[in-house]
């Protein structure tokens, strides 16, 4: 079966500091990967697919076949990037049958 | 944000009795999900439906059952509620197979 796996429950960075949330999965396919963000008691949104390779508020994500990763970096946090992060994965092609989630990195960025 | 709205926002039920969650939305959307989301636990699925009348089970669906009658509609119904289901439920919807999916702003629910 598949798995999404998010080590880290918290990360606390300084602001302007680089950050990376690692996500890894585990599927014998060809996985679509996602990350969600989730600020306090609002709907997730997204952040990134995998194979649209864009930049969104400064995230990148790359997604690693060799290490089953796909791990979320910016290099310089910012104040307003507090919030809970969820990797994501959908069996590919396709994926009628929704997401699989990590169970989430919160995220906290001191002054 | 896809036009998905949740209600109710916030409800407080007493164990056993039955509760139902309805999710709307206005995309047109074929596909529909129930998630519910807990501390350690991130979001898991309960139950999906890939068309009118059309549903299947998720990783977590003991307790629950779902009933689609209309495209835009997707009901989600304890059929008597414990307080292991006190969780945060939230809605999804994705237009066609390999499109984002689209989260509604949850339902928070409390069973004592």
């Known amino acids: 079966a598949q798995r999404v796996t998010q080590p880290e429950k918290l990360l606390s960075v300084f602001k302007g500091a680089p950050v990376e949330l690692k996500c890894n999965y585990s599927y014998s396919g060809s996985p679509e990967l996602f990350w969600y963000v989730q600020y306090s008691r609002q709907r997730l949104q997204l952040l990134l697919r995998h194979i649209s390779r864009e930049s969104i508020k400064g995230f990148t994500a790359d997604l690693n076949k060799g290490e089953t990763s796909f791990h979320l970096k910016k290099p310089f946090a910012q104040e307003e990037d507090s919030a809970m992060y969820y990797c994501?994965?959908?069996?590919?092609?396709?994926?009628?049958?929704?997401?699989?989630f990590g169970k989430g990195t919160h995220l906290i960025i001191q002054p | 944000d896809a036009g998905i709205t949740q209600s109710p926002r916030h409800k407080v039920t007493e164990t056993g009795t039955p509760v139902t969650l309805r999710c709307h939305q206005t995309?047109?959307?074929?596909?529909m999900y129930w998630y519910r989301q807990d501390p350690g636990h991130g979001l898991r699925l309960i139950h999906y439906?890939?068309?009118?009348?059309?549903?299947d089970k998720g990783e977590v669906s003991d307790g629950y059952s779902v009933s689609r009658s209309k495209t835009e509609d997707f009901l989600l119904t304890l059929e008597s509620a414990t307080s292991s289901q006190t969780s945060v439920y939230f809605c999804a919807t994705a237009g066609v197979v390999g499109n984002t999916i689209y989260f509604g702003e949850g339902s928070w629910l409390t069973v004592v």
């Open positions: 439906s890939y068309g009118v009348k059309d549903t």
């Open positions: 995309e047109n959307h074929r596909y």
């Open positions: 994501a994965l959908r069996m590919g092609p396709g994926g009628a049958d929704g997401l699989t």
